[in-house]
């Protein structure tokens, strides 16, 4: 079995705190990786040391073969892990084709170009590209507005269409339903279930157990650090040491 | 249709290149019609319209630019007295040894972003100014200035045989001196020149680099996780920026030879943040416009003293007419920067966004007035969001 993605032995402190425990998890070519667990568990954590925001303590991450720890993200989104933000992070004040076009350019142009005399208006693959990239999560129609003028859901599914147009090996999403109203969170589901994302291997951490389990093909639990149980969701949903986790009755406190 | 216009790049430089070049003509009713100032216009210009690059671009508030207008001026001049009183090569060197400056200076003070980024240039530009002044005395004549001198080498014009006359030799574009034509010819070179910078900043504003450039100054840690390495965009624009402060300083040393250490202190760097802002930091035409605005205003406000604004205010009956004297005399003359300063707030307090900024606020209240319905949306592929300062980000 070959795995894109394989987290082994990570701890991370802060301070006092032990936020990750020798976390050890891997993920498979081509499935949809859920991680739950309660608040503080870890989960945002983790992500941060997968791309670069958090060196871990000790253990490692290697993605495809090779060790991401210590590399600055712009490297790592470039070996194809790419993670889509809690909060949106979008350029709110460019519009909202021209946010889909940078990473579309980061794709070709690499970590830096220095092009300023080439016509922007010339780049048609990029900005046909992009328009198709828009239309596909419904928001071609407002492609000349800027992008900090949109709605929250909005913003969320423009952040997943510049993930998505950078055609990733693996995409990480983190919370891509919070705050969001039921239809709205039907819509990224149906979105994420789509052709174009299917088979795409996806690591989402996830409150919402409709959406985790509308998604996903196996299950990690982090709680206070540690990784409890991986599984299938039937297993997990059965699970007593996740259900001990989730309502807090635990023996030894 | 006033839309398609502006995303011509052909149709901008004919329209640019034919308000620049009749400048003289328009500029003749309001009084701003003699080469001096006419050349202050592109020269200023021209630092501006690189400044913005810099700050309109990417955000990065530089405090410091004056070092490389002085850098520019010193270089020049050291041309002049050693090479030859022929401006190509002066302009050339400026423009390099600015550059290199403005390598070394951006490389360590983009190592932080915001308000340290600011205070770092700060910082150089204040070193540079002392160097100048005191330190360096054997390369820039200290306090005096750097001037010409009769002893100097001129090693390409003697190599050409170009004896000098007698006196001090003029600068000169091979042969046609920057002072003929009553000083015209010296404003029609800046203007070439301002029309080329011009070109130059258009391209970059309109390519794939400046749009990255925008979407740092959006959103630079997003720039990262989408696979840019920020560093060398933000280095590269700060020496383009560099550069063209370095022509600038060039350009005052080829019309008038000599360059002080004031050249490079912080009120000029202040200056330009001031004109940038003013107009419109990010617009394509913004800076230009704040350029002229300042530098008409300063020559007319600085110009003025009590006795001729009792002359102004002749009309008024005597108490009144002192009255008003006494209100607007510190405002004028040496207290211009007063004036400069109370503008430079109602503009930042109202127009965030600067002149720009009120002119189309005004264009889409005449569209409202009149009726039309045409979208006043940007151009989404290579419009500058509507920039609102954000101080120092």
Known sequence: MSYILDIDGVNKTFGGLHALSDVNLKIEEGETHAIIGPNGAGKSTLLNCCIGRLIPDTGTVTFNGKNMIGMPPYDINHAGMVRVFQTPEIFPDLTL???????????????????????????????????????DFELDKFHNQLAGSISRGDKRRLELAMGLIQHPDLLLLDEPTAGMARHDTNRTIDLLNSDRMKTMTKVIIEHDMHVVFSLADRISVLARGHIIATGRPEDIKNDPKVKEAYLGESEDE | MIKKIFSSNPLIMLIFSAVVLTAPIWLDPIGANYPDLLQKFAIFGIFAIGYNILFGLTGYLSFGHATFLGVGSYT????????????????????????????????????????????????????????AYSVLTPITNGETGLQLSLKDPRVLDSMAGIIPQEGLPSTNLFGYLMKSYEGYFGFYFAAVILIIAFYVSLKIFRSPYGLKLRAIKSNQTRMKYTGFNTRPYLLSAFVISGMYAGLAGALLASIDPLAGAERMQWTASGEVVLMTILGGAGTLIGPLLGTTIIKYLENIFSALNPSELHNMFDFMPEPLQNFMVTIVSPFVGEGWHLTLGAMFMIIVIFLPGGVMQGLSHLSSFMKRLFGSKKDTTPDSVNDAAPTTSKGGH
């Not at chain 1, 830096?112 to 010339?122: D, G, Q, R």
């Not at chain 2, 401006?87 to 423009?95: F, H, K």
């Not at chain 2, 290199?100 to 490389?107: H, Q, S, T, Y």
């Open chain 1, 97 to 135: 084709l021209q946010n889909v076009m940078i990473p579309a350019l980061a794709k070709r142009d690499g970590t830096f170009k220095f092009n300023p005399f080439k016509s922007l208006a010339k780049e048609k693959s990029i900005i046909k590209e992009a328009h198709a990239t828009l239309a």
């Open chain 2, 76 to 131: 020049a001049v050291w041309a002049f007295k050693l090479l030859s009183m022929n401006i190509v090569p002066a302009i050339i060197l400026a423009i390099i040894v600015s550059g290199v400056f403005a390598l070394i200076i951006g490389f360590l003070s983009l190592r932080r972003s915001g308000i340290y980024f600011s205070i770092l240039t700060l910082a150089f530009a204040q070193m540079a100014y002392s160097l």
